[in-house]
């Protein structure tokens, strides 16, 4: 009884602590923040009164807010670009990484290209940041790869690391320089393992993500091609759920690791059957041999960043699925 009260004390501090530091308003500087993920959380970020620099090689969305943020095209993976990252960070509190050029897909087909993009650029911001005088660092990491084939499910945060795929090595890798750097150079880190996000605003290519291809292959009656036998089991975690994970993190002063997706296993088979009954559309399917960089089931236990956060996802699969098709339905009437 008394070690019950102690953990619920434990939570409500952790709570309180989040809440007390969103009051503060910070300048988040953000890389990648016209992407999926990032627009959703500099959203959120505007929304709480928070002044961000967003810094990307994309050009901005439409749906992105304009005021109170700052945005600057910059390609973190080119040297000459590199050399101003003082400057882009000149004030910040916070630096959120949300920025990658691969997929697993594309990292498995040009390994070189992957650790070029995105590992080199990570150490360089790192370094920036410790010359800088930045020290809070909140980072996107993998909770689908990094961990390899489970060895128990749901998949706690000190799962041993075992990535099948180029994708997770280098997820893992920027793990290990970032906690190198908060060992030598005193920087803090909050570093998120999401599962697999979907919803508005995900790219079009068949690459990011099964949700966004099905619906956009229903929108088009387009044939979708399926690898393995439609048995594999993952964690989708609606992105608005996810950001608001970020924002909390990026508010609270927590360090660690933390898993972020929704606890809840969904076979691709089951996810097809959803979002036939979502769209009205029957599926055209195309079942083609497993890739050798997917594992079987991948699912994560969430209940560390329940319990230092105080987050719980509050999208179910279906309502999410039902939001991201009326999205893409009106993107497709406005285009």
Known sequence: ???????????????????????????????????????????????AGHRVR?????????EMPASNVAFIRHDLASSEDRLELPRLLDGADVVVHLASSTTPTSAERDVLADVNVNLVPLVALLTAMARSGVKRLVYASSGGTVYGVPKV????EDHVLNPIGSYGIGKMAA?????????????????????????ERQGKAGEQGLVGTLLRCASTNQAIEIWGDGTA???????????????????????GTFNAGSGIGTS????????????????????GPDRPVDVPVSILDTALASERFGWRP??????????????????SRSA
Not at 11 to 17: D, E, P
Not at 153 to 156: A, G, N, S
Not at 269 to 284: A, F, H, N, Q, Y
């Open 1 to 47: 009884m008394q070690r019950s009260l102690q953990h619920l004390l434990m939570v409500c501090n952790a709570v309180a602590g989040v809440f007390s530091k969103q009051r503060q308003k910070m300048f988040v500087v953000a890389f990648g923040g016209t992407g999926f993920i990032g627009t959703h959380v500099v959203g959120k970020l505007l929304a």
């Open 54 to 62: 967003v810094i990307s090689r994309r050009p901005v969305q439409s």
């Open 153 to 156: 499910i749901p998949v706690p």
């Open 175 to 199: 793990e290990a320089y970032i906690r190198h750097f908060c060992r030598n150079e005193r920087l803090s880190a909050c570093i998120l393992r999401p599962s697999n996000p979907y919803g």
């Open 233 to 255: 089991i993952r964690d989708y975690l609606h992105v608005d759920d996810l950001a608001r994970l970020f924002v909390r993190s990026i508010e609270a002063d927590i360090e």
């Open 268 to 287: 691709v088979r089951e996810m097809i059957e959803l979002v036939s009954k979502v769209t009205g559309c029957r599926l055209r399917l195309n079942y």
């Open 314 to 331: 509050e999208i179910t699969l279906e309502a999410g699925l039902a939001r991201t098709w009326e999205w893409i339905q009106s993107e």
